[in-house]
């Protein structure tokens, strides 16, 4: 699998499951809803994750751009990817609603996505979209019998 894509989807993966859990959470505690209805969890988590998928493909692009096309260091690239996943996350909201004030509940549902996509980018490692691994080729390693005193 390309690597590029392999950390996406964990930085998808882990938005769209973890989110849904915080907000219902946050729900529950500042607005007295019911922890019972499991149901609305899964609801949340399934939209959320449907409605991500746009912005997850766009994510998945620059994760394999960045490393190829720009020629930072790694953590410039994670920098960079960290405003595009910030981008990512508001567009759909800013979209819908044609506001993106943090007074209200919309926005603290941006802060909680926006949260967990750069808790994301920075947790999963980010490797070249060229390479499947940082392992050193067999042929590139110093030969063992040149190294023995015999």
């Keep these: 699998m390309n690597p590029a894509l392999k950390f996406t989807l964990k930085v998808w993966f882990t938005s769209a499951a973890l989110s849904p859990v915080i907000i219902a959470l ?3 505690v500042y ?3 019911s922890g019972d209805d499991i ?3 899964l609801f949340l988590i399934l939209f959320g994750g449907i409605f991500s998928i746009p912005s997850a493909a766009l994510l998945w692009l620059a994760a394999y751009l960045i490393p190829i096309k720009s020629g930072l260091n790694y953590p410039a690239q994670k920098t960079l990817l ?3 996943g910030l981008s990512l996350t508001c567009l759909p909201f800013f979209i819908i609603t044609g506001d993106l004030s943090l007074n ?3 926005g603290y549902i ?3 996505y926006a949260i967990t996509i750069v808790a994301g980018i ?3 490692p980010l490797r070249p979209a060229d390479s499947d691994t940082l392992e050193i080729p067999i042929e ?3 030969d063992q019998d040149a190294n023995t005193l015999i």
């Design 110 to 112: 941006i802060i909680i």
């Design 39 to 41: 149901a609305i969890l």
């Design 122 to 124: 920075w947790v999963y």
């Design 82 to 84: 960290t405003i595009v």
């Design 26 to 28: 946050w729900q529950m």
């Design 140 to 142: 590139n390693q110093p």
């Design 31 to 33: 607005h007295n809803i």
């Design 104 to 106: 209200n509940d919309i």
